[in-house]
T-cell receptor, first 112, second 113 residues
Framework: AQTVTQSQPEMSVQEAETVTLSCTYD???????LFWYKQPPSRQMILVIR??????QNATENRFSVNFQKAAKSFSLKISDSQLGDTAMYFC?????????FGAGTRLTVKP | EPEVTQTPSHQVTQMGQEVILRCVPI?????FYWYRQILGQKVEFLVS????????KSEIFDDQFSVERPDGSNFTLKIRSTKLEDSAMYFC???????????FGPGTRLTVT
């Protein structure tokens, strides 16, 4: 079974600074999809960014970008110019064969 | 912008009772999912549903759970005889064919007393 590991239970960053959240996964599959979801205090799950494993180019969505290292099975999220509204739980997720597995999450706090 | 909706937002039930959690996926989506999140823990996959049948299910999704798409818009999760440990947030999600990101509903908080 695929496993997703987020080794940083909590992180903090100053407003306007950059922070990187780590994620590693374990799979024997070659084709799969990776995602970062944000869960603010409202507990809504919000898609931040996605990456297809067959694409070498790292995905970017405005202030959010990923560093996808397929051989190392690593998928980190970089948040640039952090904003107070980025404060949330961030979950890394792996999807293959129509089921998605999440990591344990990283609680990010952006400090003013 | 279309969104996944879920009702009720909060359900309180007594142990041993049956509950049905309801979801309306985005209208042109074909793949449907249920997840649960015990307070303070990670989101756990329960089941995926496509073409009117279960396509994947996790070890959590035992005989106490069932899913149904009773009409063209609703997607339900039934728990036959609730246990205290079923208390959690339950999320429904959906995605379109050929697109792999899932869109989540706001969740139903289930409290079993």
């Amino acid at each position: 079974a695929q496993t997703v590991t987020q080794s940083q239970p909590e992180m903090s960053v100053q407003e306007a600074e950059t922070v990187t959240l780590s994620c590693t996964y374990d799979t024997s599959e070659n084709n799969y999809y990776l995602f970062w979801y944000k869960q603010p205090p409202s507990r809504q799950m919000i898609l931040v960014i996605r990456q297809e494993a067959y694409k070498q180019q790292n995905a970017t969505e405005n202030r959010f970008s990923v560093n996808f290292q397929k051989a190392a099975k690593s998928f980190s999220l970089k948040i640039s110019d952090s904003q107070l509204g980025d404060t949330a739980m961030y979950f890394c997720a792996f999807m293959n064969n129509n089921d998605m597995r999440f990591g344990a999450g990283t609680r990010l706090t952006v400090k003013p | 912008e279309p969104e996944v909706t879920q009702t009720p937002s909060h359900q309180v039930t007594q142990m041993g009772q049956e509950v049905i959690l309801r979801c309306v996926p985005i209208s042109n989506h074909l793949y449907f999912y249920w997840y649960r999140q015990i307070l303070g823990q990670k989101v756990e996959f329960l089941v995926s549903f496509y073409n009117n049948e279960i396509s994947e299910k996790s070890e959590i999704f035992d005989d106490q759970f069932s899913v149904e798409r009773p009409d063209g818009s609703n997607f339900t999760l039934k728990i036959r005889s609730t246990k205290l440990e079923d208390s959690a947030m339950y999320f429904c999600a959906s995605r379109a064919h050929g697109v792999y990101e899932q869109y989540f509903g706001p969740g139903t908080r289930l409290t079993v007393t």
